[in-house]
T-cell receptor
Framework: ETGVTQSPTHLIKTRGQQVTLRCSSQSGHNTVSWYQQALGQGPQFIFQYYREEENGRGNFPPRFSGLQFPNYSSELNVNALELDDSALYLC????????????FGPGTRLLVL | SQKIEQNSEALNIQEGKTATLTCNYTNYSPAYLQWYRQDPGRGPVFLLLIRENEKEKRKERLKVTFDTTLKQSLFHITASQPADSATYLCALDIVRKLIFGQGTELSVKP
């Protein structure tokens, strides 16, 4: 069984740029959630995708957007990057449309300069 | 306002002792509460889930309690080992999303 994978592992961008982060869900999982984790804080929910539709969103501006593909993999896009977007971005997959046990990937560390 | 709080200070204990971590929340009514472990630079790893109608759940050396009246969960690690050193996160399961506390860093000294 393949776990959740994310790419890239690290990324450096400058303010105002755009970034795309990728996530492959665990085999058999149809739901993907994205979280932002600032240093020393717990993960904050960005949004969730279930069967290619957004299925819940946290308190993040519209410049955070996402996609889920037919194979349940997912992308997180962030436009007009700000310094405060520097964080660890975590993807988690689960097997139902409602959040239960979530299986996290290793994360993508984004640094915005 | 809605809040979820864990012990803000790091917890340092001696090997073999029981570690107890606290998670308090306000203005939420979660159906489930989950505990995760996170090692530096890695994603959280699921440990235990407890439902609102359950008082206690155990898994090997781990025990979780859930008091919906006090709005509190306690997480215990018995016979702690240096390998248990990590940050522990509690998360409320609120319809389609997990709301995490800030985590408590546990250090177990040999």
């Amino acid at each position: 069984e393949t776990g959740v994978t994310q790419s890239p592992t690290h990324l450096i961008k400058t303010r105002g740029q755009q970034v795309t982060l990728r996530c492959s869900s665990q085999s058999g999982h149809n739901t993907v959630s994205w979280y932002q984790q600032a240093l020393g804080q717990g993960p904050q929910f960005i949004f969730q995708y279930y069967r290619e539709e957004e299925n819940g969103r946290g308190n993040f501006p519209p410049r955070f957007s996402g996609l889920q593909f037919p194979n349940y993999s997912s992308e997180l896009n962030v436009n007009a990057l700000e310094l405060d977007d520097s964080a660890l971005y975590l993807c988690a997959s689960s097997s139902t449309g409602t959040s239960q046990t979530q299986y996290f990937g290793p994360g993508t560390r984004l640094l915005v300069l | 306002s809605q809040k979820i709080e864990q012990n803000s200070e790091a917890l340092n204990i001696q090997e073999g002792k029981t570690a107890t971590l606290t998670c308090n929340y306000t203005n939420y009514s979660p159906a489930y509460l989950q505990w995760y472990r996170q090692d530096p630079g890695r994603g959280p790893v699921f440990l235990l889930l407890i439902r609102e109608n359950e008082k206690e759940k155990r898994k090997e050396r781990l025990k979780v309690t859930f008091d919906t009246t006090l709005k509190q969960s306690l997480f215990h690690i018995t016979a702690s080992q240096p390998a248990d050193s990590a940050t522990y996160l509690c998360a409320l399961d609120i319809v389609r999303k997990l709301i995490f506390g800030q985590g408590t860093e546990l250090s177990v000294k040999p």
